[in-house]
């Protein structure tokens, strides 16, 4: 190997300091720091630090109140006066939408002169695909292996990757049912080289949890080294770099660096629902969502959720210079985040769930034309890694560097086809954020999950007993497989069921319906004879 060579490499861009310590490495120790210094992309690094390294750097002022306050006030007041509010015409909402508009979306309409189904249709054509970002550890969680990997201790201990498979499973047979041909919604997953291995070998494990082996496509995001505010590379060892995912604003570099807009466009796909792994609510390539967006002719839309107050950490969805856009929490000052409109609700209200429709036409459009465009996001952080010494730090007392990550919702101002569809927290967003305390945990989702069980369970005739332990419930009583229910239809057979508590629905392997481990009989109630894959049209589905 020659070292000057890769001396002269990294001098171009400032980075010799990461061979500093090459004389006290082994072999296997250089081999290691190459690999790390071969996989980073030190122009797009260097480029990188270029554009953000004044958001790093204080205001140039004598004054000490005005360096930590002044920029923050100036942005916070631009962002606030030409922030506005995602037009009417371009929005939808659950709440509003009549029986009728549902069953457009999901069922019969128009599109393009071609009288046919909006969302089932295309499920069932193959023209649909979902995208989960994947690339996380559950680190807040307490464990170090992917988030997608967890139990939040359901009855059926299900983790959230099975449960996902299983929604996909359940909506690939309403389709065939509706329409009388075998379809498959592939199910591509990004991960990180922190979750690639071990997402693998979990699916492989569990059999693809019942999906086509060929039908989940895993691919690994990029990712970025973390550096310290004069822009250079930290060292995590004297042969290690210190590096992290780019973000799921990464997708897009990797979506055509790894082949799978390719693969996509391959497979004949046309739509691609993206998601985040860690909500246990989300309802893949939803039907209403689909059809609503293909209604729109949209090319690029977004899920939300109405704020739980005017100043919940969550970015809004909103227009700015006349372009779509995510603005974070922390850029809203506060008078604009508690403005309202004539009816009294908050007027910028659409809360960003990470929960997005993308035509395929445009993503190839965004790769194409724009992924240089893409800002990248600074995080300030205490990180690990060597001090000038050589000696490692591991807990710094302050700041010492920076990661950066591009966000997924950053592409939101290339599209000319924008739309927003509003559905209701209660029943489409419950995070898994935090092992511990009483927010985004195992246990508000599992309760989260329960209640939106109940309600479907409700909404069919169905008598439950003891109702009143469900708010107050820390251990699980109620769950309903996604193998019998997508979104609460095929339960009106419960109706003559006697309901105890626990009550765990399920599907067996003879595609046989049995509650907390027992197969149901005809003698105990009437089932009608129904099988996990019977079921009425998704005009059942409760919103």
Same mark, same amino acid.
Request: hydrophobic share 35%; glycine share 6%; net charge neutral.
């Given at each position: ?9 990294l ?7 990461l061979i ?7 072999d296997?120790q250089k ?16 480029d ?13 002022s004598s004054?000490?109140n ?6 923050? $006030?100036?942005?916070?007041q631009d962002? $606030? ?10 929005a ?8 009728k508009?549902?069953?457009e ?5 128009s599109r393009a002169?071609?009288k ?7 499920i069932?054509?193959?023209e649909?695909?979902?995208?989960l970002l ?5 680190t ?5 292996y ?7 201790n ?6 959230l990757y ?5 929604r ?7 389709a ?5 041909k ?10 990180s ?9 979990y699916f ?7 999906l ?14 973390a550096l310290?505010?004069?822009?250079k ?9 210190t590096?992290?995912? $780019? ?10 660096t ?10 004949q796909?046309?739509? =691609?629902?993206v998601?985040?792994?860690d909500n ?13 967006c293909?209604?729109?002719n ?17 970015g =809004? ?6 372009r779509f ?10 008078d ?7 009816d009294?609700e ?6 960003n769930?990470?929960?997005h ?10 790769c ?22 050589g000696?490692?730090i591991?807990?710094p007392?302050?700041?010492?560097g920076?990661?950066?990550?591009k966000?997924?919702f950053d ?5 000319k ?27 508000t989702?599992?309760?989260d999950?329960?209640?939106e069980h109940?309600?479907?369970l ?7 007993p003891n109702i009143?332990k ?5 251990e699980?009583?109620l769950?309903?497989?996604p ?9 009106e ?8 508590l ?8 003879k ?8 197969e149901?009989?005809?003698?105990a109630f ?8 019977s ?5 059942g589905?409760h919103?």
């Amino acid at each position: 190997m020659d070292i000057e060579l890769i001396r002269s490499k990294l001098s171009k861009y400032g980075q010799e300091h990461l061979i500093a310590y090459w004389d006290d490495l082994n072999d296997k120790q250089k081999q290691s720091l190459l690999q790390d210094i071969n996989e980073i992309d030190l122009a797009r690094t260097h480029d990188a630090y270029q554009h953000i390294k004044s958001q790093l750097m204080p205001p140039l002022s004598s004054n000490k109140n005005e360096q930590q306050n002044g920029a923050g $006030d100036n942005k916070q007041q631009d962002i $606030d006066r030409l922030m506005e509010p995602i037009p009417e015409h371009l929005a939808g909402s659950v709440y509003e939408a009549t029986q009728k508009e549902l069953d457009e979306y999901n069922q019969e309409g128009s599109r393009a002169n071609d009288k046919r189904s909006l969302s089932l249709r295309a499920i069932a054509d193959g023209e649909v695909c979902v995208l989960l970002l994947a690339g996380g550890q559950g680190t807040r969680l307490g464990v170090n292996y992917p988030k997608g990997m967890y139990n939040v201790n359901l009855l059926s201990q299900k983790s959230l990757y099975q449960i996902q498979a299983e929604r996909i499973i359940r909506l690939q047979e309403l389709a065939n049912e509706q329409y009388g041909k075998i379809c498959q919604i592939p199910w591509f997953i990004m991960t990180s080289e922190h979750t690639q291995q071990a997402t693998e070998d979990y699916f492989h494990q569990h059999n693809y949890f019942g999906l086509k082996q060929e039908n989940i496509i895993l691919f690994e995001q990029h990712i970025l080294p973390a550096l310290n505010f004069q822009g250079k590379i930290l060292l995590d060892e004297k042969y290690k770099l210190t590096k992290a995912p $780019d973000g799921n604003g990464g997708l897009y570099r990797a979506l055509c660096t790894r082949g799978i807009l390719n693969e996509m466009v391959k497979r004949q796909i046309k739509y =691609v629902h993206v998601y985040c792994v860690d909500n246990i609510l989300v309802k893949m390539a939803d039907p209403i969502f689909i059809g609503f967006c293909l209604k729109k002719n949209a090319n690029c839309a977004a899920k939300v959720v109405k704020k739980n107050s005017p100043n919940e950490a969550v970015g =809004v969805i909103c227009k700015v210079n006349n372009r779509f856009q995510v603005v974070e929490y922390s850029e809203i000052s506060s008078d604009t985040a508690q403005r309202r409109k004539p009816d009294g609700e908050l007027l910028f209200n659409a809360g960003n769930i990470c929960n997005h429709f993308f035509s395929v036409n445009f993503l190839q459009a965004v790769c194409k034309d724009h992924e240089n465009e893409l800002r990248y996001h600074v995080a300030k952080k205490a990180i690990p890694c060597l001090g000038e010494n050589g000696l490692k730090i591991e807990s710094p007392k302050e700041p010492n560097g920076v990661k950066l990550e591009k966000f997924v919702f950053d592409v939101f101002p290339f599209s000319k086809t924008f739309a927003v569809w509003e559905v209701k927290r209660e029943e489409e967003f419950s995070p898994l954020k935090n092992g511990k305390g009483s927010k985004d945990t195992p246990a508000t989702c599992r309760r989260d999950l329960m209640a939106e069980h109940l309600r479907w369970l409700k909404q069919a005739g169905v008598e439950v007993p003891n109702i009143d332990k469900f708010t107050k419930a820390d251990e699980p009583l109620l769950e309903l497989s996604p193998l019998v229910s997508y979104a609460g239809e095929n339960l009106e057979f419960l109706k003559d069921y006697q309901f105890e508590l626990p009550f765990l629905l399920e599907c067996n392997s003879k595609k046989k319906l049995e509650v907390n481990g027992k197969e149901l009989v005809k003698s105990a109630f009437q089932t009608n004879g129904l099988e996990c894959n019977s079921t009425a049209t998704m005009n059942g589905v409760h919103h």
